[in-house]
C-alpha cells in the first residue's frame, strides 16, 4: 500500500477549485479610459466663412437700397417743422420821441420802433382813432425792423376836422399793423403822458378860434 492518498470518488466525492502553484500568478493587465470626446463644432472653418460672407452681401445690398430710395422718400417727406417766432405785438415796442418838424403837417411826432424777436417785422400802416385827424408817416411804408434792431418814423398829424378833433386829448393811441413770418397784427399803443401833452397842445393851437370843438374823449 502506498502512502499516497486517495481521492474521494463516488456519489459523495468532490473536486475542489484549482489553486495555482507557486511561481504561477498571472500579472494583472489595466485598459487605459477613453480619452474624452470633444464637444462637436458648430460651425467648420468653411461654414464660419459662408456665413460671413452672407451677411456682408446682405448688409451691402441693404447700404445700395437705402441709397437708392434715399432722394424719393426725402423728396416725398414733409418739410421738418421749424419753430414759429413770436407774433409781432409781442417782439414788437413803441416809444415816443418828442416832436418833430411839422412841415405841412399841423403836428408831427418821432416814433421809434424796437424788434426784441429773432424774425424781421415789417411796419406796414400806422392809424388813429379821430375822425378830425389824418396820419401820414414820412418816407415809405413798409418798413422792415431788423431782429434786435430799430427803425424811427416821422408820424404826421394833419387836423383836417376841428369837429371831430378832441379839446384835449387825455389818452391818445395809434393803431400800428405789423407782420412778420408767423401773423400780421394791428396793435394799439398809448405812447404816454408826453405824448399826450404835445398832442394837446397843437390840437389847440389848431383849432382854439373854431366853434365846432368835440368834448375831450377816452379812445
Known sequence: MSGERELPSGPGGFLGPVEPG?????????????????????????????????????ALGL?????????ERAANSPPPQQQLPPFPSQSTRFEYGGPAPAFQDSFAIRLTVRNTGPALVDVLG??????GLTVRVSGWLPQTVPSGGTIELRVGLKVTDC??????????????TLRNTRAMETVSQILGDAYARDLSAALHSACDGSDYRTPATTP
Do not use: C, M
Not at 493587465?29 to 452672407?54: D, I, M, Q
Not at 447700404?63 to 432722394?71: D, G, K, S
Not at 400806422?126 to 375822425?131: E, F, H, L, R, T
Open 22 to 58: 507557486e511561481g504561477t500568478w498571472t500579472p494583472l493587465a489595466l485598459r487605459p479610459e477613453p480619452p474624452p470626446e470633444r464637444p462637436p463644432r458648430l460651425l467648420s472653418r468653411r461654414h464660419k466663412w459662408l456665413l460671413a460672407s452672407f451677411l456682408l452681401l446682405a
Open 163 to 176: 369837429s371831430g378833433a378832441p379839446a384835449d386829448a387825455t389818452l391818445p393811441f395809434l393803431d400800428v
Open 126 to 131: 400806422v392809424s388813429q382813432g379821430y375822425p
Open 63 to 71: 447700404t445700395i437700397a437705402h441709397a437708392v430710395n434715399y432722394p
